[in-house]
């Protein structure tokens, strides 16, 4: 019986103790250029379609992943242009071969 009490109150202890779940951050910003909406409707298939892509940017280039590979930008005249796609690829691959241009 003493046993029994001393689990219940660890159980008690250790579901008291832990902390909520935290609320996911939005992470969508204020504003949306009218390209850059249009770009992730087609990307997400109006919605049908979850994506998952990662982004980042080094110097003049601006470089995206995908499952499909990395698409590497150039800034050019106020806007970043395709340079090229890099099939299979990944961002820190794509990143480091591009590092030393």
């Given at each position: 019986?003493?046993?029994?009490?001393?689990?219940?109150?660890?159980?008690a202890?250790?579901?008291?103790?832990a902390?909520?779940?935290k609320?996911?951050?939005p992470i969508a910003?204020?504003?949306?250029?009218?390209?850059?909406?249009l770009?992730?409707?087609?990307?997400?298939n109006?919605g049908?379609?979850?994506?998952?892509f990662?982004?980042?940017a080094?110097?003049?280039?601006?470089f995206?992943?995908e499952p499909?590979?990395?698409?590497?930008?150039?800034f050019?005249?106020?806007?970043y242009v395709k340079e090229?796609?890099?099939?299979?690829a990944?961002?820190s691959g794509?990143?480091?071969?591009?590092a030393?241009?």
């Open positions: 019986m003493r046993k029994l009490a001393v689990i219940a109150a660890l159980v202890a250790i579901s008291g103790s902390a909520p779940p609320k996911a951050a910003p204020p504003a949306v250029a009218h390209p850059i909406a770009f992730l409707s087609d990307l997400s109006e049908k379609r979850q994506v998952t990662r982004a980042n080094m110097g003049t280039r601006f995206f992943e499909a590979g990395v698409t590497v930008y150039k050019v005249d106020g806007q090229a796609f890099l099939a299979g990944k961002l794509a990143m480091k071969r591009y030393s241009r």
